[in-house]
């Protein structure tokens, strides 16, 4: 059997992964992203640089999945986690800046029950249903 070459994206200067990065960011998450590491530049900014740089600068930049299905792959982690509601949140405001339906986050929830159970697929779909509300009250349809 041959081996297959690897197909990597490797930055020719260490801010390009940043300014890759940001842009992603706010393509995705908007003001909230960038509320997130606002927040966190005031107590770790070494962690806010490294949470734009290898996320979003390095995987979300991929050409593989689009950024809907990265987001319903994030969403879906996240949720299956169970212990990080802030973060399912964000990305599930992501997931609707992106593409995704109210209805396809909802579907997500329920798929989710099979692999990490209801009270995973519960707390995502408590955890929406507050998304959608902040969204419907901005007079975001999606």
């Known amino acids: 059997m041959g081996k297959q070459a690897l197909s990597m994206t490797i930055p020719i200067k260490p801010n390009d992964r940043f300014e890759r990065g940001l842009a ?10 960038q509320r997130v590491i606002d927040a966190l530049s005031e107590v770790a900014p070494d962690l806010a ?16 999945l689009s950024l809907k299905e990265r987001e319903i792959a994030t969403v879906a982690a996240l949720a299956a986690l169970g212990n990080a509601q ?20 909802i579907e997500i929830a ?20 507050e998304v959608f509300a902040e969204r419907t009250a901005k007079g975001i349809e999606n």
Do not use: W
Not at 49 to 64: A, C, L, N, Q, T
């Open 24 to 33: 992603k960011l706010n393509e995705i998450d908007g003001e909230a992203g």
């Open 49 to 64: 640089r490294y949470m734009i740089e290898f996320p979003f600068g390095d995987v979300y930049s991929r050409g593989v």
């Open 86 to 105: 802030p973060q399912l949140k964000v990305h599930i405001h992501g997931a609707l800046n992106v593409g995704c339906t109210r209805k396809e986050i």
């Open 110 to 129: 329920i798929q989710i029950a099979v692999y990490a159970g209801f009270p995973a697929a519960l707390n995502t779909a408590f955890s929406a249903k």
